[in-house]
């Protein structure tokens, strides 16, 4: 069975940093892109950062861009998200998702929420 | 970058009718590369369609998808107790973007 557990989501100041983590299993994990999709409180969806399944291709989303940091470890079978210089329009439930290929998004976690507020 | 609108924002249907979801693309979308989700409160998406018309393993079969270019569609033939939720789609050429969503609602 396939599954994404994040975590690491939590309440942080603005301009405060914040590391997600997604544990995967039931799946090759070194064989598939990996991305975040986040979803503001009563939002849809927004595709945030992706990766490809050796690390050496990223992609995100240009208001994120300079400030989060996509990474994967396939020994450990996780993707990370570093989230610096955190504004309050981050403030979201950020999914982990699997990305085939390189497209559209069939595995999904749970979420883990975000929430920039003094 | 592709942007995508979905129309209507929000519907109200009875089980058993026949509902149809629009997306259209701000610019014509190659291979049909375009994927449809349904989202129920508190979870996570499911994907229910790629590539314009391919329905997901396991995703009941009054789901299809069609569509070309810059108009896509979803419908959905025979409204169950369980398809109340909210949809999206998203394109994946050249970007990744998703609709707004279609929340659909019981009548």
């Known amino acids: 069975e396939v599954q994404l557990v994040e975590s690491g989501g939590d309440l942080v100041q603005p301009g405060g940093s914040l590391r997600l983590s997604c544990a995967t299993s039931?799946?090759?994990?070194?064989?598939?892109?990996m991305s975040w999709v986040r979803q503001a409180p009563g939002k849809g969806l927004e595709w945030v950062a992706n990766i490809r399944q050796d690390g050496g291709l990223k992609g995100y989303l240009a208001s994120v861009e300079g400030r989060f940091t996509i990474s994967r470890d396939n020994a450990k079978k996780s993707v990370f998200l570093q989230m610096n210089s955190l504004r309050a329009e981050d403030t979201a439930v950020y999914y982990c998702?699997?990305?085939?290929?390189?497209?559209?998004?069939?595995?999904w976690g749970q979420g883990t929420l975000v929430t920039v507020s003094s | 970058d592709i942007q995508m609108t979905q129309s209507p924002s929000a519907l109200s249907a009875s089980v058993g009718d026949r509902v149809t979801i629009t997306c259209r693309a701000s610019?014509?979308?190659?291979?049909?590369?375009l994927a449809w989700y349904q989202q129920k409160p508190g979870k996570a998406p499911r994907l229910l369609i790629h590539d314009a018309s391919t329905l997901e393993s396991g995703v009941p079969l009054r789901f299809s998808g069609s569509g070309s270019g810059t108009e896509f569609t979803l419908t959905i033939s025979g409204l169950q107790p369980d398809d109340f939720a909210t949809y999206y789609c998203?394109?994946?050429?050249?970007?990744?973007?998703f609709g707004q969503g279609t929340k659909v609602e019981i009548k």
């Open positions: 998203q394109c994946y050429h050249i970007n990744k973007a």
């Open positions: 998702a699997t990305d085939l290929p390189n497209g559209y998004f069939l595995s």
């Open positions: 610019e014509s979308i190659a291979y049909s590369r």
């Open positions: 039931g799946f090759t994990f070194s064989d598939v892109w």
